[in-house]
């Protein structure tokens, strides 16, 4: 049976997966909800994306995603709030940065509306799914990429935009201990790094499983050229506290353009916060640690919001951060996280209301 919801044809699972889920105990991203979004493209052109059951996709051994890469995706959250309203959080920006992608990996641009309505005709069908409740969300992974065959290395002719979801818990990892990276690069000037695409996550999983074996939980990289410079985490940029200033780097054609971190920008600079975005030196951040005007550091990213940082290591040496009571950290993750679930008063227009 199919039904149209927002101008989206629906066809419904037979049967729910949701009274297997335990919600009380989500792993990240291991279960999905009842239903996906799929969208293809071919003959030049994007055809009506449909909502169906979330289901294994068939693809030919040729198909160029698995040889050439043509593959990239968003991350994004889905809350609902206290009266069963669901809100996303600038939605609009990742559509927008997702078509930046694509178009960087020579894939073609979704249509706007393909995206919006067939994003929430899909959180419509699956609002069960949303839990509710402090630090709970649904996480919503969008991805296009190519379906089309050929060992011919150029781009595909055909392409499958597809959303996902899946419920998660409250996330917090703890406060995470970061290597900073001397030797290898996440990107490089005139490449990929501003893009959301796969092969940036591929070539960063190498490096980081040499800085777990160190004893650190993940890698902040530096600029490819020199290494002297800060640049992001592997899926978060990265804010310093130096004093009682926030610096973070300024976004280049190697670094991702996160959503929380021009939010956080933003907020803390309404809250009357110094913020500084400006090229960052490890240098500067080992001095302000041996000078003890190294306050904080944390990442910033749609998973966690904000990851604290507990120390870090450099050219063979450990840095410890302070134990603060209050931090910047935990205030701008409570700001956002109250207008992302409708509990506090949204002056920037951030939310977008679902149903
Ligand atoms: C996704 C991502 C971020 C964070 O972006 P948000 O829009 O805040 O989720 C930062 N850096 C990298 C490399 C990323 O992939």
């Not at 071919?42 to 593959?71: C, E, R």
């Not at 070539?203 to 410079?229: C, M, R, S």
């Not at 050219?315 to 209050?326: C, I």
């Amino acid at each position: 049976m199919s039904t149209v919801i927002n101008d989206i044809e629906v066809i419904k699972a037979k049967t729910t997966k949701i009274h297997e889920v335990d919600f009380d105990n989500l792993k990240f991203g291991t279960v999905f909800s009842d239903h996906m979004l799929v969208c293809d493209y071919n003959k030049g052109q994007w055809h009506a994306p449909k909502v169906m059951p979330y289901q294994p996709i068939t693809l030919d051994p040729s198909a160029k995603i698995f040889h050439y890469g043509q593959s990239v995706f968003e991350g994004m959250k889905a809350y609902k709030d206290a009266e069963d309203q669901v809100w996303l959080f600038r939605p609009l920006d990742n559509f927008k940065r997702l078509n930046i992608s694509s178009k960087r990996l020579a894939m073609p641009e979704l249509p706007e509306a393909y995206f919006m309505e067939g994003l929430k005709a899909l959180l419509k069908v699956d609002k069960d799914w949303i839990p509710k409740g402090e630090g709970r969300s649904l996480y919503i992974r969008p991805f296009v990429f190519a379906s089309g065959n050929g060992f011919h290395a150029s781009p595909a002719d055909a392409y499958k935009f597809i959303i996902a979801t899946a419920p998660s818990g409250s996330y917090f990892s703890g406060t995470v201990r970061v290597l900073i990276e001397q030797t290898y690069s996440r990107s490089a000037n005139g490449g990929v790094g501003f893009a959301k695409a796969g092969g940036n996550y591929a070539g960063q999983f190498y490096p980081t499983q040499l800085a777990i074996e160190k004893g650190y939980q993940q890698v902040i990289w530096t600029d490819d050229n020199t290494h002297e410079f800060i640049e992001e985490a592997g899926a978060m940029n990265i804010f310093v506290r130096i004093e009682d200033t926030l610096i973070t780097a300024p976004t280049s054609d190697r670094i991702l353009d996160g959503i929380t971190r021009k939010s956080i920008i933003e907020l803390a600079k309404s809250e009357g916060m110094d913020v500084e975005i400006r090229k960052l030196s490890v240098r500067e951040v080992v001095e302000a640690a041996k000078e003890g005007t190294l306050k904080e550091m944390f990442g910033a990213g749609t998973a966690a919001v904000v990851s604290p940082i507990s120390g870090f290591g450099y050219n063979g040496k450990d840095y410890t951060l302070p134990e603060l009571e209050e931090t910047y950290a935990s205030f701008l993750k409570k700001r956002i996280v109250d207008i992302q679930t409708n509990n506090a008063a949204d002056p920037f227009g951030w939310r977008y209301k679902v149903v």
